[in-house]
């Protein structure tokens, strides 16, 4: 018997390995449309095994990098409203904006009639060099028509962008030119300027507005305090308005500029990352001038670090409203594909401790982006007492002010959106499909360039559009695109439009030195920030009070004249 079994012991093995394997795979194939394994698969092995099956199993064919560049932004969509993914595509086209330049042929156009109408050729660019104009129209870019109302801006940004050094072909239409005109431009870098306009704006008043934090932004803004203490300025508001931020580094190099020593600017922590504390080394320029900063419901991130350092400091006054609340800091990560995730690794911290990012919930972007129309349903852009702070946690400045946390910085006087002006009638034309402020000051400006060109200040142009018949040259051009006449609202909003149509055409002609003066001479926060200046307010202290909101009467009885003392800069695109 035990020799019988040594002899059928191998066969019977056998025999039932192969009765498995045929069972096995039976019982597979009568699965497959239902099972693919019943291996266990978790975390980022159960992704990877779910693309493999589609790849293997699915019943079409599936481009499984399309799939993944669809599926990784819904990941990130689970996390918070700041962390994202950006593909390889839009990864240069971001990069250029916080970079500070691009490669390019150095214009800026408007597209509102039916060609490309060039506004500003940049001094030294290399449309310049090449003889383009400001009002040249570009009908071909490299032999292909690039005229009609189906023309779509992104492609035309498309074709005139591209890398240094290359070269792209133009046919020009100039006026009293019988004949196309043909340029080869080099492309070259162009700056992009994030400082947008700096001057003198009241006597020894300093007056800088910053767009956004990039590279390039720090020695922007240094340059322009520099050229207004030549001036004569010793008092600087900054304007942060509709700054959505950037670079945090940046930021801090400019609070340096008006911070003494060892004085605490912003503070970092996360779960990966320790705490980690950024002071100030006391070699600023403007240690001792006096500083107002402009914030509204647009001022997000390095804004944010800026205005709070600034108010935790007790080293100025924050002036307009409670800023967006975006106190996350998110770091670049460069994938292989040359795509690149943006993900939140830590918050930061005003120096008196303040997390000052707005409430959110994992998931819920939208009612995350919501927020700042419900502040506006909520009157929070007219009244301050819609801002409700008994909930929100108390902290407390330098020399013993209460300040907020809980979203946003609080502006320490608070000046409601400015309604004055606005009407029915204004809306109309501000809302028409092709914004009718815009289009009639662009083709006032084409018809009478010559005229408007020979200028050679925007002071002395300024008064001489004063003295012109234009809100009834407007109104009348309005009309006749859809908008009728309403005398008694066109009464009310006469000086608003007037003070659009003005700043609008300067701006065509001096870039936006020659576009805020006048854009801003009846801005409530900047009156009230020259005010404060001026009256020697702008350092709050703990024995002197601080009116929480102002009126617009009380704002506008200080009026300012437009300073003849400019700073010049290069224009910017």
């Avoid at 300027?193 to 990039?214: C, L, M, N, P, R």
């Avoid at 608070?414 to 009407?423: A, L, R």
Wanted: hydrophobic residues 35%.
């Amino acid at each position: 018997m035990k020799k019988k079994l040594n002899v059928w012991l191998p066969f019977i093995i056998a025999t039932s390995i192969a009765a498995g394997i045929i069972i096995g795979n039976f019982f597979h194939q009568s699965s497959a449309g239902t099972i693919h394994s019943l291996r266990t698969y978790t975390g980022a092995n159960k992704l990877n095994a779910i693309l493999d099956i589609i790849n293997e199993k699915y019943v079409d064919t599936v481009n499984i990098k399309d799939l993944v560049e669809d599926v990784i932004p819904q990941i990130f969509n689970e996390l918070d409203p700041h962390s994202n993914y950006i593909s390889a595509k839009e990864v240069i086209s971001i990069n250029e904006e916080l970079e500070g330049s691009f490669s390019g042929i150095g214009v800026s156009f408007n597209m509102q009639t039916d060609t490309i109408l060039l506004l500003n050729v940049f001094p030294g660019g290399p449309s310049e060099q090449a003889g383009l104009q400001p009002f040249d129209r570009i009908i071909t870019i490299n032999d292909s028509i690039f005229s009609g109302k189906r023309i779509d801006q992104n492609e035309v940004v498309r074709n005139l962008k591209g890398l240094k050094d290359s070269k792209v072909k133009l046919g020009v239409k100039r006026k009293n030119e019988p004949e196309l005109l043909h340029f080869e431009v080099t492309r070259g870098d162009v700056p992009v300027y994030s400082v947008e306009t700096a001057y003198e704006i009241s006597q020894h008043i300093g007056f800088i507005k910053v767009g956004k934090f990039t590279r390039t932004t720090y020695h922007e803004f240094i340059t322009a305090i520099a050229k207004l203490k030549k001036a004569g300025c010793n008092s600087f508001i900054i304007d942060l308005r509709g700054n959505t931020g950037g670079i945090m580094e940046t930021a801090i190099n400019m609070i340096n500029e008006f911070l003494p020593q060892s004085r605490l600017i912003v503070y970092t922590e996360g779960k990966a990352f320790p705490r980690s504390d950024m002071y100030s080394n006391g070699t600023g320029s403007c240690i001792d001038d006096p500083i107002v900063v402009l914030t509204d419901e647009n001022s997000a991130s390095a804004s944010e670090i800026f205005a709070g350092a600034i108010q935790d400091n007790d080293r100025g006054l924050i002036i307009g409203r409670r800023t967006f609340g975006k106190g996350l800091v998110q770091s670049p990560i460069n994938l292989s594909d040359g795509s690149q995730l943006r993900l939140t690794i830590a918050r930061y911290y005003t120096p008196s401790g303040r997390s000052i990012q707005k409430k959110y919930e994992l998931g819920h972007a939208d009612d995350y982006e919501m927020d700042i129309y419900n502040r506006y349903v909520h009157g929070e852009f007219y009244s301050k007492d819609s801002i409700k702070t008994d909930d929100l946690p108390e902290y407390q400045t330098l020399i013993g002010r209460t300040v907020y946390g809980g979203g946003g910085i609080m502006p320490d006087i608070f000046i409601p959106s400015d309604t004055s002006g606005i009407t029915s009638y204004f809306n109309n034309i501000v809302r028409s499909p092709t914004n009718l402020l815009n289009l009639y000051t662009l083709l006032y400006s084409d018809n009478n360039y010559d005229l408007l060109k020979s200028f050679r200040t925007y002071e002395d142009l300024y008064d001489y559009l004063r003295r012109q018949p234009l809100l009834s040259d407007f109104t009348d051009f309005a009309a006749e695109h859809g908008v009728k006449k309403r005398p008694a609202l066109i009464n009310i909003s006469a000086r608003l439009i007037e003070t659009h149509l003005i700043s609008y055409i300067l701006r065509n002609f001096f870039d936006n030195d020659g576009f805020y003066p006048v854009f801003y001479r009846d801005d409530d926060v900047v009156l009230q920030a020259v005010k404060v200046i001026k009256e020697g307010n702008a350092v709050p202290t703990i024995d002197s009070p601080i009116e929480l909101e102002i009126s617009k009467a009380a704002a506008s009885s200080n009026k300012f004249h437009i300073s003849k003392e400019r700073v010049k800069r290069n224009p910017a695109s």
